[in-house]
């Protein structure tokens, strides 16, 4: 690059569609029937990058009270911590930042 603030820019484009675009794909990929088996292979490949990883994990811990409420459930019992122990709370919070995480270590 000749200059610096368009090295600048195309890194935070890179960022972007790796931490917002790819997992918002992948997300909606996931939910239709069509393509989910295409998004789960795919979701190994873009683990690699970690902007997809930081994005996953966030869209993660946001959107499962949402689908606990198109569920039926009451979403604020997702955050809740009464009657649980603390061995309780890492199973129960694992799942959604496990491998997001793994793949930032």
Same mark, same amino acid.
């Given at each position: 690059?000749?200059?610096?603030?368009?090295?600048?820019?195309?890194?935070?484009?890179?960022?972007?569609?790796?931490?917002?675009?790819?997992?918002?794909?992948?997300?909606?990929?996931?939910?239709?029937?069509? !393509?989910?088996?295409?998004a789960?292979?795919?979701?190994? #490949?873009?683990?690699?990058? /970690?902007?997809?990883? &930081?994005?996953e994990?966030?869209?993660?811990?946001?959107?499962?009270?949402?689908?606990?409420?198109?569920?039926?459930?009451?979403?604020?019992?997702?955050?809740?911590?009464?009657?649980? !122990?603390?061995?309780?709370?890492?199973?129960?919070?694992? #799942?959604?930042?496990?491998? /997001?995480?793994?793949? &930032?270590?």
């Open positions: 690059f000749s200059n610096h603030s368009t090295a600048q820019y195309c890194i935070m484009a890179l960022f972007f569609v790796c931490g917002v675009l790819l997992v918002i794909a992948n997300k909606v990929m996931g939910l239709l029937k069509n !393509t989910q088996k295409v789960n292979l795919l979701v190994w #490949g873009f683990r690699v990058l /970690p902007p997809f990883c &930081l994005g994990g966030l869209i993660s811990m946001s959107s499962r009270p949402f689908f606990r409420a198109i569920a039926g459930e009451n979403p604020s019992l997702f955050w809740s911590t009464e009657g649980y !122990t603390g061995e309780d709370l890492q199973k129960r919070h694992a #799942g959604l930042l496990f491998w /997001p995480l793994c793949y &930032l270590a």
